[in-house]
């Protein structure tokens, strides 16, 4: 098993024995981050050491290399008995790394990118690495070369919490500045206008209210890759998400790893946590100065209760943004292979909440039943029964297509297909189970010629 950590090693003297490419690479990595590098049992320094080095000749046969003066043993002397001699000298509290499998030499080392006091890892448990640096390489064009510089200017500004009180302060700065065209143009400046760029940037910040902002962000309807790149940016940037049960784990993966993490979904008579006290831990957050996203399923002005709570947040003058994301009547049906509308079956589509509280049927029945139109009911399994018996009643043929939709877009979605006089039976004999989104109208029987996802 493979742990992808970082070693710190308060004696930061590293011991060299060899000399082959492998070592070498070893061996300037560790001086690129300040360690200073001893070459052992050479008379003189190998080619390409980095600059710096010390070489020890004429190692004592019966010496050990110690905790006491090594922090770190590199070893790689080009043939496998002679390393085996060499670690067997090593204390065995000092971390060694060597080529092979031999398990006394514990430490690896990832493909790494440098951009000056910043370090970024590719790390495969080193199996693969040419993978590694691949990918590093990749990541390499993507950072600014003014990066380097700009971390570096900072390093001297002190701990930011004494400059930027809450956490929404300090992130929005980070992003800023790391998004903003210093960055880009920082390693072309004289260090003293750099100097005074940051503290400008700096001042901007500390002169911004401290109060947080909340985010609704539409997650989708379930697959990932279907969250928009507005989204994505928003969630990394988070400190605290608010979360419904719709939303998959795939998507909470994507979160800011450090992030605060509250649960408040809903089930059909079971709320985890009611609206009016959703809606306050908004504002509580917000004030306390952080970056608050209200994650929901779908779309947040699509039955997500998006507009109660940012009315709630307008009146306590908290600041936020709406985020869409695409509804589940978009998306379920994309992926279960049924336009919504089309230009012989359907000319507008009508969206309607299915979940009917005590069984109530209060819907303007006689307004569904129309020629070229496609219904989508959200959240109308429980329903469906009142949902097929109303649009009967109210004049819709018993012939017309029907179509459920569980789980869509997800590994798990399924589809079961009928009409109106025989879809709920069909589900009593099926495994369909919530979040279940229903498609009515001539469009569904498109659904054999142009499905893609079976």
Same mark, same amino acid.
């Given at each position: ?8 090693? %308060? ?30 049992? #050479? ?14 000749? %004429? ?63 590719? %790390? ?47 992130? #929005? ?121 209200? &994650? ?58 299915? #979940? ?93 010629? &142009?499905?893609?996802?079976?």
């Amino acid at each position: 098993m493979s742990l992808t950590v970082s070693l710190r090693i %308060d004696l930061a003297v590293v011991a060299c024995i060899g000399k082959g490419p492998r070592l070498l690479a070893k061996a300037r990595q560790c001086a690129d981050q300040g360690a200073r590098v001893v070459w052992i049992d #050479h008379s003189a320094l190998p080619d390409e050491a980095p600059a710096g080095s010390e070489c020890l000749p %004429d190692w004592p046969a019966d010496a050990a290399l110690t905790g006491d003066d090594y922090g770190l043993v590199l070893i790689d002397t080009g043939a496998a008995d002679e390393d085996r001699q060499w670690l067997d000298r090593v204390d065995r509290l000092v971390p060694v790394w060597m080529p092979g499998q031999e398990p006394r030499a514990q430490v690896q080392f990832p493909a790494a990118i440098q951009r000056g006091p910043l370090r970024i890892t590719v %790390d495969t448990g080193g199996r693969w690495p040419t993978v590694a640096n691949w990918l590093r390489q990749r990541l390499d064009t993507l950072l600014p070369e003014g990066l380097a510089n700009v971390l570096q200017g900072m390093t001297g500004k002190g701990e930011l919490s004494s400059l930027l009180a809450t956490p929404h302060q300090r992130r #929005h700065f980070w992003y800023r500045l790391l998004e903003g065209p210093l960055v880009n143009r920082a390693h072309q400046m004289p260090e003293a206008e750099l100097q005074a760029a940051l503290d400008q940037s700096l001042e901007r910040a500390s002169a911004e209210s401290g109060q947080g902002e909340v985010y609704l962000v539409g997650a989708g309807p379930g697959d990932p890759d279907l969250l928009t790149l507005k989204a994505l940016r928003i969630i990394a940037q988070a400190d605290v998400v608010l979360y419904d049960r719709l939303v998959s784990r795939e998507i909470l993966n994507r979160v800011r790893a450090d992030a605060e993490m509250i649960h408040v979904g809903k089930e059909r008579s079971r709320h985890t946590l009611p609206q009016d006290q959703i809606n306050q831990r908004l504002v509580e957050l917000a004030r306390d100065g952080r970056t608050v996203v209200r &994650l929901k399923g779908g779309d947040p002005f699509i039955f997500g209760r998006g507009g109660e709570e940012i009315e709630t947040l307008a009146e306590a003058g908290v600041s936020f943004q709406v985020v869409p994301g695409i509804t589940a009547a978009s998306g379920c049906a994309a992926y279960a292979g049924i336009p919504l509308t089309h230009r012989d079956h359907a000319q507008s589509v009508r969206f309607v909440t299915g #979940h009917l509280k005590n069984d109530s049927c209060n819907l303007p029945w006689r307004d569904f039943v129309q020629t070229n139109q496609t219904l989508v009911f959200y959240m109308g399994l429980v329903g469906l029964p009142i949902i097929t018996r109303e649009l009967k009643a109210h004049g819709m043929a018993g012939t017309t297509p029907v179509a459920l939709v569980s789980k869509g877009t997800t590994p798990e979605q399924a589809v079961l297909t009928g009409t109106l006089d025989t879809i709920s039976e069909r589900v009593e004999e099926s495994t369909v189970r919530p979040p279940t989104l229903i498609i009515i109208g001539d469009v569904v029987q498109l659904r054999d010629r &142009l499905s893609w996802m079976g």
